[in-house]
C-alpha cells in the first residue's frame, strides 16, 4: 500500500480487493478457515461409528464424545471467527480512527491468540484420544483417515493461528509508531 495512514490505505479510500487478498494476514485467515472447515466436516462426517451390537453412534476418538464435541465446536466457532475477521479486513480500511484501529487490531491480537491456545488444547486432546483407542472398538477401520486429519490440522492451525496473532502484534506496533510520530510532527504528518 502506498503512503497508508495508520497501518492500513489511506482511509476513506475505495475498497481494493487485490490489495486485501494480497496481505499475508489475510492469506493466513483464509488457511485458518480451511483448516476449521476440515476439522469439523471430517469429525462430522467420520468421526462417529455405528456399532452393529449396540445399536447406538460412538466418538472414534476413544469412545469419548467430549473429544468429538469439542473438535467440532472449536472448528465451528473458529470458522465462524474467521469470517468475522475477514469482514473486519475489509472493512479496517475504512477505519478513520487511530484509536479504533488500534481496538480492531488489538483484538486481532487477543482472538488470535486464543484461538491458538484452543486449537492446541484441541490437538493435545484429540491425539491422546485417538491414541488411546481401542482397535476392537473399530475392527475395520473406519473414519481413521477423517480422525488423523482433523488431528493433523488442528496442529497445523496453531501455527496460523499464531502467525495470524504475530502479524496483528506487528501492525499494532506500526499503528502506534505512526501515531507517536504525527503527535511529534504535526507537520510532517499531513499528506
Same mark, same amino acid.
Given at each position: 500500500m502506498e503512503?497508508? @495512514?495508520y497501518g492500513a490505505g489511506k482511509a476513506g479510500g475505495a475498497f481494493d480487493p487485490h490489495t486485501l487478498l494480497? %496481505? *499475508?494476514h489475510t492469506i =493466513?485467515?483464509?488457511v485458518s478457515w480451511l483448516f476449521s472447515i476440515v476439522v469439523f466436516g471430517s469429525i462430522v462426517n467420520e468421526g462417529y461409528l455405528n456399532s452393529p451390537s449396540e445399536g447406538k453412534?460412538? #466418538?472414534?476418538? $476413544?469412545? $469419548?464424545? $467430549?473429544? #468429538?464435541s469439542y473438535g467440532v465446536a472449536v472448528g465451528v466457532l473458529a470458522f465462524l471467527t474467521c469470517l468475522l475477521y475477514l469482514a473486519l479486513d475489509v472493512y479496517f480500511p475504512q477505519i478513520s480512527s487511530v484509536k479504533d484501529r488500534k481496538k +480492531?487490531? =488489538?483484538? !486481532?491480537?487477543?482472538?488470535s491468540a486464543f484461538w491458538a491456545f484452543l486449537w492446541f488444547v484441541g490437538f #493435545?486432546? =484429540? +491425539? $491422546? %484420544?485417538? %491414541?488411546?483407542?481401542? *482397535?476392537? !472398538?473399530?475392527?475395520?477401520?473406519?473414519?481413521? !483417515? @477423517?480422525a488423523r486429519a482433523a488431528i493433523a490440522f488442528s496442529f497445523f492451525s496453531i501455527f496460523t493461528w499464531s502467525l495470524? @496473532? +504475530?502479524l496483528a502484534a506487528r501492525r499494532f506496533k506500526e499503528l502506534t509508531f505512526q501515531e507517536e510520530y504525527s503527535t511529534l510532527f504535526p507537520a510532517a504528518a499531513q499528506p
Open positions: 503512503g497508508g @495512514a494480497r %496481505q *499475508p =493466513l485467515r483464509v453412534e460412538f #466418538c472414534i476418538y $476413544n469412545r $469419548n464424545p $467430549n473429544a #468429538c +480492531a487490531v =488489538l483484538s !486481532d491480537i487477543g482472538v #493435545c486432546y =484429540l +491425539a $491422546n %484420544q485417538w %491414541q488411546v483407542s481401542k *482397535p476392537k !472398538d473399530n475392527p475395520l477401520n473406519e473414519g481413521t !483417515d @477423517a495470524t @496473532a +504475530a
